[in-house]
């Protein structure tokens, strides 16, 4: 599974990438700027993107629009500005929203 972590608070970033390793993950890629993460998320056809709403360069509407028009669909969590959500509920909401297997994290 590769997951993109694009997020203006890299200390939030970090927290959350720790998380993520802590369970398994090993593929997982952190940026701060929006054209970064939009060029990594298609050069890799990441599984997952979880992304500030209001990421400096290209905010999330930018980088889903530009998906749409490169025809891929990773599962894509947008998280509100300045909102740290505990890592535990990131995992719970991408769980739930997309289905996947409880034991993957």
């Known amino acids: 599974m590769k997951i993109v ?3 203006s608070d890299i200390n939030y970033m970090k927290k959350l990438k720790i998380f993520f390793l802590n369970k398994g993950v090993t593929d997982i890629h952190a940026f701060s700027n929006g054209f970064n993460a939009l060029s990594h998320i ?12 209001t990421l400096p360069g290209l ?3 930018d980088i889903q629009n530009a998906l749409v028009f490169k025809h891929l669909k ?6 509100k500005p300045y909102r740290n959500i505990p890592p ?18």
């Open 88 to 105: 535990e509920k990131v995992i719970s909401k991408i769980k739930s929203e997309f289905s996947l297997d409880k034991t993957t994290f």
């Open 5 to 7: 972590l694009a997020h």
């Open 42 to 53: 298609i050069k890799s056809r990441s599984n997952i993107v979880i992304i500030e709403e």
């Open 74 to 79: 990773p599962e894509i969590i947008i998280l």
């Open 59 to 61: 905010n999330a509407t």
